[in-house]
């Protein structure tokens, strides 16, 4: 698994906060809970998490954990740059 990404809600990593289509938030919420392990490990929230993702859902429309992971890092290195 990769590094920790920062804890933070998507809106406060610059990233829009997106609610998936109706017909994906079952996905959402099946990849919330395989990544609330890592992701309660870095600090994240269940909040946080869920909104991340419904966000990443909402984008990119499937992936696993490690993918999902990832992009929070890309969107974070995007704030940051």
């Not at 696993?64 to 940051?80: K, N, P």
Request: one cysteine or more.
């Amino acid at each position: 698994m990769t590094s920790c990404p920062i804890p933070k809600h998507p809106d406060e990593a610059g990233t829009a906060w997106q609610v998936p289509e109706l017909a994906q938030i079952e996905g959402a919420h099946l990849l919330a809970n395989r990544a609330r392990p890592f992701l309660k490990g870095c600090g994240f929230t269940d909040r946080q998490i869920l909104a991340w993702a419904d966000t990443y859902i909402a984008n990119v429309g499937s992936g696993d954990v490690d993918s999902f992971v990832e992009w929070i890092h890309e969107r974070e290195a995007v704030l940051s740059s």
